[in-house]
T-cell receptor, first 111, second 112 residues
């Protein structure tokens, strides 16, 4: 059964304090791993897709990396506007096209 | 370009009633996905529609159903509402099968 576990559940950082969010996954053949950002009361917003181990993607202060068992979302010198819940999701190679989401990491960046 | 739109924004129902939620995808997107996000839980996959057909459904009872119209808009119906159906219902559309989903802002259903 597909499974996605994100840690930590919540993270508080001082502005400028870099850190990483973890996403561990179990899936019967990975088609893609996705990172989304969700602000309170809003729908998730797509950030990255990673397809194979060793792949990296960057966007502003965010960098996503992928291994065969987990993905990391590195946040460098975060700003208060980076505060949000970050969701990880996997898409399996076989069967349905839908994404299987983790429960997210709620990030708070304090000025 | 307009994003995914959902209506209503909020809906309050009582146990046993029926709820209908609506979604208009981004123009040109043929796939529509429905997810349930209950408080403290992750997004749970409900239904996937593509080209007017139901392609897959998640682990939800049959009282959760829906359809996709010829213009690719979609509606989600929840019959015989239960208290635990209270959640944010998110619709997403996609132009392909890559998994890059564009989400609406959701419909918050409260069951009293």
């Amino acid at each position: 059964e597909d499974q996605v576990t994100q840690s930590p559940e919540a993270l508080r950082l001082q502005e400028g304090e870099s850190s990483s969010l973890n996403c561990s996954y179990t899936v019967s053949g990975l088609r893609g791993l996705f990172w989304y950002r969700q602000d309170p009361g809003k729908g998730p917003e797509f950030l990255f897709t990673l397809y194979s181990a060793g792949e990296e993607k960057e966007k502003e202060r965010l960098k996503a990396t992928l291994t065969k068992k987990e993905s990391f979302l590195h946040i460098t010198a975060p700003k208060p506007e980076d505060s949000a819940t970050y969701l990880c999701a996997v898409q399996a190679e076989t069967g349905a096209n839908n994404l299987f989401f983790g429960t997210g990491t709620r990030l708070t960046v304090i000025p | 370009e307009a994003g995914v739109t959902q209506s209503p924004t909020h809906l309050i129902k009582t146990r046993g009633q029926q709820a209908t939620l609506r979604c208009s995808p981004i123009s040109g997107h043929t796939s529509v996905y429905w997810y349930q996000q209950a408080l403290g839980l992750g997004l749970q996959f409900l239904l996937w529609y593509d080209e007017g057909e139901e392609r897959n459904r998640g682990n939800f009872p049959p009282r959760f159903s829906g359809r996709q119209f010829p213009n690719y808009s979609s509606e989600l119906n929840v019959n015989a509402l239960e208290l635990e159906d209270s959640a944010l219902y998110l619709c997403a559309s996609s132009p392909d099968y890559t998994g890059e989903l564009f989400f609406g802002e959701g419909s918050r259903l409260t069951v009293l």
